[in-house]
């Protein structure tokens, strides 16, 4: 690094320099309007109205978002998603599931599932970080999982059905940080699942499925079949609770209410076509100007699986991204480092709803600016 600190200057800098994969940027109109609430809905009980309509404000402004398809159900729980992947484990599973892992979030679910002694060995496709890999057809497999978008290295996939899959498997998709930003058919998913603290620009600790009938009916048939599954666990349990604009035990009132707020403005915005036109519109600008710059790349080398929710730039040698970083975030642009544990010559830089593209292209120029300084 430089001797002196590098200030950018002002007139090249966002106005909101927060560019975090989860948690993610949160509108301060919405911080303003949990303000406004905040003696009347925070700190009163969860199982009266004033709660219970939050969540079904919720929970409505989801289904309105994704067009959701007859039968269909919008369940929420408590945990994040690395809780449902359990849920999933105990409530989805029947015995085989098979994975397509990219990346260390998709992995995480794999193992929660090779780690479970009650299911089969699962079949996991794995791809190298920063291309993909995809599931297909097996027999036997009851249950398939993808990841939408991989957060970890910036790869997204469509939501499809596996083709030739055994009549009755399911599929799910994590789509914790796709979901909101990236375009979506849910007749192509059983279970569409993600946390809020992502496109829905909200806190953790909240997890939403997106079930269809067919996964509602398999949560009710395997908890019928006697498996032990703890209650905080139990899909069944959520779905009765989600019903009555519920959770088990005691949601994070804030999170609820700044999804809700959040749904609520991407719909008034235009909803999911806005929101992917949106992302695909800062995406651009990001992947452009790496494409152009003689010192930065696109990692992921395939432009049809680049993310347009999670944008990954290399750096050629010589140049230190991480350097970059740290100047950024000493200038109020913070959290553009790579995924921890990938360990590239990176910058790893959220595109979701709730950033604006105009503050994107003022990234691009505060680092091109920090580069020429160092
Ligand atoms: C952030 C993230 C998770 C983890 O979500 P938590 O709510 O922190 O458990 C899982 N999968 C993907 C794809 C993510 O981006």
Redesign the pocket.
């Known amino acids: 690094m430089a001797e002196t600190p590098i200030t950018i200057p002002a007139e090249l800098l966002p106005v909101d320099g927060r560019f975090c994969c989860?948690p993610s940027k949160v509108r301060p109109q919405a911080v303003e309007a949990l303000s406004a609430v905040s003696s009347s809905f925070l700190g009163t009980s969860h199982r009266q109205k004033t709660v219970k309509n939050q969540v079904a404000r919720f929970r409505q402004g989801l289904a309105d978002f994704f067009g959701l398809p007859e039968g269909y159900e919008v369940i929420i729980g408590n945990g994040?998603?690395?809780a449902f992947w359990e849920v999933a484990a105990f409530s989805l599973i029947k015995d085989r599931a098979q994975f397509a892992t990219f990346g260390e979030?998709g992995a995480k679910f794999a193992k929660a599932v090779k780690d479970a002694p009650f299911l089969g060995a699962p079949t996991v496709h794995k791809g190298e970080p920063g291309s993909a890999a995809f599931l297909t057809a097996e027999a036997g497999v009851d249950a398939y999982g993808i990841?939408q978008?991989?957060?970890s290295t910036g790869v997204a996939v469509p939501v499809q059905r596996v083709a030739g899959a055994d009549q009755g498997a399911l599929i799910l998709h994590?789509a914790?940080?796709a979901a909101g930003g990236l375009d979506v058919d849910l007749t192509q998913s059983d279970v569409y699942y993600f946390?809020p603290?992502?496109c829905f620009a909200s806190d953790?600790g909240l997890w939403i499925a997106i079930l269809s009938p067919a996964a509602i009916a398999r949560a009710e048939e395997i908890k019928a079949g006697g498996r032990y599954i703890p209650a905080f666990l139990d899909l069944v349990t959520a779905i009765e609770n989600s019903r009555l604009e519920q959770t088990l035990n005691t949601p994070a009132l804030a999170t609820v209410f700044l999804a809700a707020e959040q749904t609520d403005w991407m719909n008034a915005q235009g909803g999911l076509s806005w929101a992917a036109q949106r992302t695909a519109e800062s995406a651009e600008i990001l992947y452009r100007w790496a494409e152009k710059s003689p010192v930065a790349t696109p990692f992921v080398t395939d432009p049809g699986l680049r993310s347009n929710v999670v944008a990954t730039i290399d750096f050629a040698e010589g140049v230190d991204a991480a350097a970059i970083a740290k100047t950024l975030r000493a200038n109020g642009l913070v959290d553009t480092e790579p995924y921890r544990k990938l360990g590239r010559n990176q910058l790893r830089v959220a595109l979701y709803p709730a950033i604006d593209p105009s503050d994107v292209q003022a990234l691009t120029a505060s680092i091109d600016y920090v580069i020429e300084q160092l």
């Open positions: 989860g994040g998603t690395t979030f990841t978008n991989e957060t994590d914790t940080s946390a603290q992502k953790g």
